[in-house]
């Protein structure tokens, strides 16, 4: 297991041509326990399922409650009227799919060092399992600007320009949709410090192509896994793939909506909650025949702050569930324990309801 979030990273030797493939290749065959179409449980495109992630007008006046009660049942959303101009949509995914039309080699000028976070790779959660995915992504936290210049010499700017002008619409959206959040559990923006109205998030931005795969039943694009921000804000272009866990009916799709987002729950906002919005655990599938686009705007608090349940939910028969971590702390404990870094800094809550603070550091069980 690697211990460090660059440790998280594969080589990029992993990296394949996609568009070289006729079959799946073994090392990309996921055995029939985990593969998206073993014991597959209905889907929203099931007849007999009538529920589907819920899409919220940011305009409708009820905009807060029902945002609040999405991230209480569904943990994710998919949002209309939400202020990102199409056209940058458009540009962002016209961009995102020039970068993967790019020659491999070409890309590979770009590949994430194997102590870093940006460039271009395999997905990033790969570590934790035998199997690859059928995917490539590109992740930018902070300026592309190095990357972009080894992908394109002659025109890294129209890139960079894309990113910083969604970088800037994207933390403008992802701020009124904490508003709403914290709204919806009865707490005003302004008084959660770090959230406040001219207050700026960390974030990054998370470009995935899935390729069109010879076998997608047995292909996985990107494996179950919660995100470990506050929020994120998912664009997906016309084609179907992600699809959300939802106790009830299982794996369901969330269905591309011309000119919506979907919004889905992290982990951080989880703890911060107090659990009362958990985190969504999503993933993505793959099809037979055409690509799909996402990009993901990973938004989180400055990565300074404690995130710690908020005291305004605590009270002696609500006791803190989480211990404070930092961004950066939470992100060391996922690269450690994945999808369990949640429980790795749950507090021992004892049947008197009081939090035993000692025992903050290892993972613990509620008793
Ligand atoms: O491509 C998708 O729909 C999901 C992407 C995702 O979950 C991620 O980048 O964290
Ligand atoms: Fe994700």
Request: with cysteine.
């Amino acid at each position: 297991m690697p211990s460090r979030v660059s440790d998280a990273i594969k080589p990029h030797k992993h990296v394949l041509d996609f568009t070289s493939l006729q079959e799946l290749p073994e090392s990309h065959a996921w055995s029939s326990l985990d593969s998206p179409s073993s014991n597959n449980p209905p889907t929203a495109a099931d007849s007999s399922v009538s529920e589907s992630v819920p899409v919220i007008d940011l305009d409708n006046p009820n905009a807060q409650e029902l945002v609040g009660r999405a991230c209480k049942t569904w943990g994710a959303f998919q949002v209309m009227n939400h202020g990102i101009e199409t056209s940058l949509l458009d540009r962002i995914e016209s961009t995102g799919k020039s970068l993967f039309s790019l020659p491999t080699h070409q890309k590979l000028k770009a590949a994430r060092a194997a102590d870093g976070v940006s460039g271009y790779g395999v997905a990033r959660i790969s570590s934790f399992f035998s199997k690859l995915m059928w995917s490539e992504g590109f992740t930018i936290l902070g300026s592309p600007l190095e990357h972009a210049r080894q992908l394109w010499p002659h025109d890294y700017n129209h890139f960079c320009g894309i990113i910083e002008e969604y970088e800037k619409e994207m933390q403008k959206l992802a701020g009124r949709l904490m508003g709403l959040m914290l709204g919806s559990l009865g707490i005003a923006q302004e008084d959660v410090d770090w959230a406040g109205p001219n207050k700026e998030g960390a974030a990054a931005i998370q470009l995935n192509s899935y390729p069109a795969c010879p076998d997608p039943d047995r292909a996985m694009g990107l494996a179950a896994h919660t995100d470990s921000t506050l929020l994120t804000i998912l664009y997906q272009n016309n084609t179907s793939g992600l699809q959300v866990l939802r106790d009830a009916s299982g794996w369901v799709t969330v269905p591309p909506v011309p000119g919506a987002l979907v919004v889905n729950i992290g982990d951080l906002l989880h703890i911060l909650s107090n659990g009362s919005y958990p985190s969504v655990l999503h993933r993505a599938v793959v099809n037979r025949t055409q690509q799909r686009l996402s990009v993901a705007y990973l938004y989180g608090p400055p990565s300074n702050v404690q995130i710690s349940p908020l005291s305004k939910l605590l009270d002696p028969t609500h006791p803190p569930l989480y211990r404070p971590v930092t961004w950066t702390e939470y992100l060391g404990a996922k690269a450690k324990h994945f999808n369990e870094a949640l429980s790795s800094v749950q507090l021992c809550i004892p049947r008197t309801g009081l939090v035993n603070q000692n025992n903050v550091e290892n993972r613990v069980e509620i008793i």
